[in-house]
Each structure stands twice: as C-alpha cells, then as structure tokens.
Nanobody, 118 residues
Framework: QVQLVESGGGLVQAGGSLRLSCAASGHTFSTIGLGWFRQAPGKERQFVASISAIGSTDYADSVKGRFTISRDNAKNTVYLQMNSLKSEDTAVYYC????????????WGQGTQVTVSS
C-alpha cells in the first residue's frame, strides 16, 4: 500500500507559477510509476502528466511546454512544476501511483486546489 499526500496548491494570477509536491510512504517509492491528474468543477478527472520508475515522462497536450513532472527518489517525492498558468488550469490536482507502467493507478492522494485568476 502507498500513501500519497499533496501540497503546494493555492491561488495564483494567470501567467504565474506553482510547484506541487506529493510525498509518498508505505512502499518502495523508486519502483512505482507516478502521475498527476486534475478535476475541474463539473468535469471529469483528466490526465496531466506521468513519470515512470525509470524517469520517462508523458504530458497532456494542454500542458506540454508549461508543466514539468519530476521525482526525487531520495525524498520519496514527486513534483509538478507549473509555469505560464492559465485560468483553465484551475482544478483540484491529484497525485497518483501505480505498481507498473501497464497497471491502473491504484494509489491516490486527497488532492490540492489550484486556482488561477485571470
């Protein structure tokens, strides 16, 4: 079992930056894949970015070039650096983990709110 706790959300003006963090415990952190998802009011949860155990990354088209996912295995933490934020990035952001690259995301954090004011 893996426990995930997000932090770093808040209110920021359009064009600004935020860095989200997700601290993990309860498993061998370095072996699991990690991802960030978001859910805006009235919308379905959507994929934002992922990073595999070996560091391969993937991004939703809507955030490519603006967001960067990274992981620090020594700190059991995954990050999401968000730059050039837009009002449409406003959502609750969730950290997720999965045992392998081809399995479902089994582990989820409680979410952190990001609000971008225009």
């Amino acid at each position: 079992q893996v426990q995930l706790v997000e932090s770093g959300g808040g209110l920021v003006q359009a064009g600004g930056s935020l860095r989200l963090s997700c601290a993990a415990s309860g498993h061998t952190f370095s072996t699991i894949g990690l991802g960030w998802f978001r859910q805006a009011p009235g919308k379905e949860r959507q994929f934002v970015a992922s990073i595999s155990a070996i560091g391969s990354t993937d991004y939703a088209d809507s955030v490519k070039g603006r967001f960067t996912i990274s992981r620090d295995n020594a700190k059991n933490t995954v990050y999401l650096q968000m730059n050039s934020l837009k009002s449409e990035d406003t959502a609750v952001y969730y950290c997720a983990g999965r045992p392998t690259a081809w399995s479902a995301y089994d582990y989820w954090g409680q979410g952190t709110q990001v609000t971008v004011s225009s």
